[in-house]
């Protein structure tokens, strides 16, 4: 029973937060338009109504009383009109009440009591009712009269339906229905029949044949009547009589269009059913109208079909693909068959090869979301601030469907969310003076965006504001003790990197959004623990780029082999530049004895794994092993190892928790992968050992 | 005195499941069972809640970089355990004959570790009023107990200062 009310909770959370998401979405997309489109209406009525109907089942009633309250003006506004006549205040509501949710899911998914502090939002919302009501008071009146006619002229509208079918090979099924209507039309009135145009069109005879022949009627006496002429008609085989339910009825209805007339009948139905309580005080109305919405939504086209899954189970069926896929190349590269002419395991093992492939890709594909779920959220936060800095800015967001690992999603939030406000805050200018006074537009632009590359995907965020000025980070930097060496020495890169420390702010004050200078480290830290690097470039007067680079997923990585001595290595495949064998001559050595090679006109350290590490081997000369160009960000790098073994797909695994407490991870240990033959090999982390082996030399 | 222990436990060897079902009966105050090892000559035992599984041979993967009682990691069935030196661990010099050495991998608070003894004797149970406190100017910073059983004296290891 607990385990059910937990289910339905988790359930309801998700629900809800993908209903606000889709509001706030809706939202903006309608106050940048400056209106509310009749589908943005009907939407956000219906997630008003959801949210108000989970939210009384769970029993969280100020979400329902709030939702109800929304649904209310909504349910005014469909039937009205006179959105346009709030205006800005309209919009404001709507996002406090969409905050307002927020937060008390965020209370409730922390189990905290539900503050019940909604009276404000409430009353803001029935005032706006009100007001809209009294302006609207004398038009409905004429409205009434209206929407009663149409519904009588629409045809689906009939309730009651013949199907008729002749008799079989009887031959020209359409004339014989003419006659038939001809007859029925004598006695009462036919609604409508279907198909149209019988008495020209030849092919109708087919449909006849195969669908029956349709006939509608608007009431019970009409039906009566035109059953006793169906029954003693010739050639009838057989009829049927339906009573049809509202919504049924367009979907049986004239064939033309059924899309258009789908929605219009629905409308119809809608407002005939409230046309008496319109008359009266409108209070009563959504009541009634309710129980037609939820069937309007069923109906609704497009409709995906999705499942939601607990992430836990996910990572479970990843860990066990994980394993399938190191069994099998433990199996197919089993010493005990090697040497064997084996054609019929070579040829299965194939084929098992292919189907684990497969597998992999299916469930990593499971495993990945689009950021613009991520990406939406930053539209509110610009909208947010501009409106309280007074700094008009837009948000451009390119490559939202852009898909990465939901591990990855969850962790980049925070970290976009950061970036996106220090642009704001600190990145456009102040005014649109400043601005305008720069020859740029009034309105800044942040662009947001997203793509792959090989196995990364790349996270830009890009202002077009004043840009960082580096003396000052520089200035400050050395205020608050943060330089390690002397002032000119630090490239215009290095210096934005200081940025990324902790404790590091430009800002003066502390604003409300952003400035105590716990952001930027926290970027750093958040996209380094999904194995990502952050860097920064920026322009005085132009505007500044901070870009992150993160492994599109985490489980799974095309790795080179390598070896040192008795140990194996991984080095993700991402990170090497290139391979190559090098004399002693080509080493070459600066004032502390750390070794250099040339590459491409620019110098790179040599950091040999055998010695970081402590390993024995047999190679320690130069021309013996192999160096490896790599790279990781901004940092590039040689490696010095004995020998390359090869290409490999490898599951990673972190090492043991009690084996992080040595700090391993700032010693380039990524984690652990194991290979083929059951042993294990250490997966490098390229940014990492740059640090430990070659800032410290 | 080590040598003789030593002896006497092999003896026992055999008949250690008939001995445990003996004690059981005997003991009237609350006991634990324990599995117990050597190393460096010393008799030693750890609570058996903490004992997971004894394997024995396991090639054991070279970490660089850790302090040298972390003697690597192994891949048991699919999940790494790190493998720390119960010699090296307590100050005592590594072992050269790796005859009779085993790995008795423990579970310390959701910590798998694979413990590396030069041998493991066998279960027995310790009656709680049997254990003593070990001596206050003790250098054993791990052993948390004493105790004397059938002639042979263990020291009780506290796993949970192993992995600190």
Known sequence: MDNGMQNMLEMYLYETNTMVEQLDGILLEAENAGTF????????????????????????????????????????????????????????????????????????????????????????????????????????????????????????????????????????????????????????????????????DQSTATQIIEQGFMLYFDTKEDLDIAIGIVESSLNVRAYESLELESVEAPEQGPAESPATAKTEIAAVEASRDNAPAKAEPLKGGPVQAQAQVPAQAGAHPGKQNLISVNLTKLDKLMDIVGEIVITESMV?????????????????????????DDLQDTVMSIRMVPVSGVFQK????????????????????????????????????????????NAMDHGIEESAEERIEAGKDPTGTITLSAHHTGGEVIISIEDDGRGINAQKVLEKAKNQGLLVKSESEYSQKEILQLLLLPG???????????????????????????????????????????????????????????????????????NIRSSFKVASQDIIYDSAGGEMICRMESFYPVVRLHEFYGLETDVTSVEDGIVIWIEAGDKSYCLFVDRLLGEQQVVVKPLPNYLYAFNIKKLGIAGCTILGDGNISIILDIPSLYEAAVSRI | MMAQTIQSNQADQNDMFYEDDNTAVEVVSDSRKY?????????????????????????????????DYIRGIINLRGQIIPIMDARLRMGHPASDHKKETCIIVISVNDNSIGLFVDKVLHMIDIPDDAISEPPVNNNQEFVNGITHINNVVYLLLDCELLLK
């Open chain 1, 37 to 200: 489109s009749v589908e943005n209406i009907n939407e956000i009525f219906r997630i008003m109504h959801t949210i108000k109907g989970s939210s009384a089942m769970m029993q969280f009633t100020p979400l329902s009383t709030l939702a109800h309250q929304v649904e209310n003006l909504f349910f005014f506004m469909r039937e009205n009109g006179g959105h346009n006549e709030i205006g800005h205040d309209l919009f404001n509501a709507l996002f406090r009440a969409s905050d307002f949710i927020k937060a008390q899911i965020g209370n409730i998914e922390n189990n905290e009591p539900l503050s019940d502090d909604i009276g404000d939002l409430t009353n803001e919302i029935q005032a706006m009712l009100a007001s809209l009501q009294n302006a609207m008071a004398g038009e409905s009146e004429e409205n009434n009269p209206q929407a009663a006619n149409t519904a009588n002229a629409a045809p689906g509208s009939s309730r009651f339906c013949i199907k008729v079918f002749f008799d079989e090979g009887v031959g020209m099924e359409n004339l014989r229905s003419f006659m038939l209507v001809n007859t029925i039309k004598d006695e009462c009135h036919i609604d409508a029949f279907e198909p149209a145009g019988i008495e020209t």
């Open chain 1, 332 to 356: 197919t590269s089993s010493p005990d068959i090697q040497g064997f002419k084996l054609d019929s395991f070579t040829k299965s093992a194939r084929q098992l090869r292919k189907l684990t």
């Open chain 1, 378 to 421: 930053m539209n509110r936060i610009v909208r947010d601030m501009s409106q309280a800095l007074d700094r008009p800015a837009k948000l451009v967001v390119v490559g939202a469907d852009t898909e990465v690992d939901k591990t990855i999603v969850d962790s980049i939030g925070d970290p976009i969310m950061h970036m996106v406000r």
């Open chain 1, 504 to 574: 590091f702010s430009t800002n003066e004050n502390v604003t409300e959004f952003s400035g105590r200078g716990v952001g930027m480290d926290v970027v750093k830290k958040n996209i380094e623990k999904v194995g990502g690097v952050v860097s920064m470039t920026s322009e005085i007067g132009k505007g500044t780029t901070t870009t992150l680079n993160i492994p599109l997923t985490l489980a799974i990585v095309d790795g080179m082999e390598i070896v040192v001595g008795d140990s194996i290595f991984t080095i993700p495949l991402h």
């Open chain 2, 35 to 67: 599995l117990t090892f050597v190393s460096n000559g010393l008799g030693f035992a750890i609570p058996s809640d903490y004992v997971i599984e004894i394997i024995n041979e396991h090639f054991i993967t070279h970490l660089p970089r850790v302090p």
